[in-house]
């Protein structure tokens, strides 16, 4: 499965990394995505980043603050959080694109092999 981590406590305006770190076989020619569940709020998507990298998706809230990136010889994918915001205070979680799905897609449909989510808390 995968294995979310970097999450953590940080004032307004922070900065944080997380990390998703795979097994080969669920990483591999995958687009992979970010997805964050605030309390009292459903799981919402964030960002999404295609196999070869070449290609991303980003919901509205975060452009311009967030990155995606991945690295394909470590089966890590990476969001790099930049003026953070109390409003981004969630549980983050990745996940791997279904074969199947469609690009781009930000249903939570189109995800599976959910990891267990890593904190993140923005101070105001």
């Known amino acids: 499965q995968l294995q979310a981590s970097g999450g953590g406590l940080v004032q307004a305006g922070g900065s944080l990394r997380l990390s998703c770190s795979a097994s080969?076989?669920?990483?591999?020619?995958?687009?992979m995505g970010w997805f964050r569940q605030a309390p009292g709020k459903e799981r919402e998507f964030v960002a999404a980043?295609?196999?070869?990298?070449?290609?991303?998706d980003y919901t509205d809230s975060v452009k311009g603050r967030f990155t995606i990136s991945r690295d394909n010889a470590k089966n890590t994918v990476y969001l790099q959080m930049n003026s953070l915001k109390p409003e981004d205070t969630a549980i983050y979680y990745c996940?791997?694109?279904?074969?199947?799905?469609?690009?781009?897609?930000?249903?939570?449909?189109?995800?599976?092999?959910w990891g267990q989510g890593t904190q993140v808390t923005v101070s105001s």
């Open positions: 996940a791997r694109k279904k074969r199947d799905a469609r690009w781009p897609s930000r249903l939570e449909f189109d995800f599976t092999s």
């Open positions: 080969e076989r669920i990483f591999s020619n995958f687009a």
């Open positions: 980043i295609r196999w070869y990298g070449g290609s991303t």
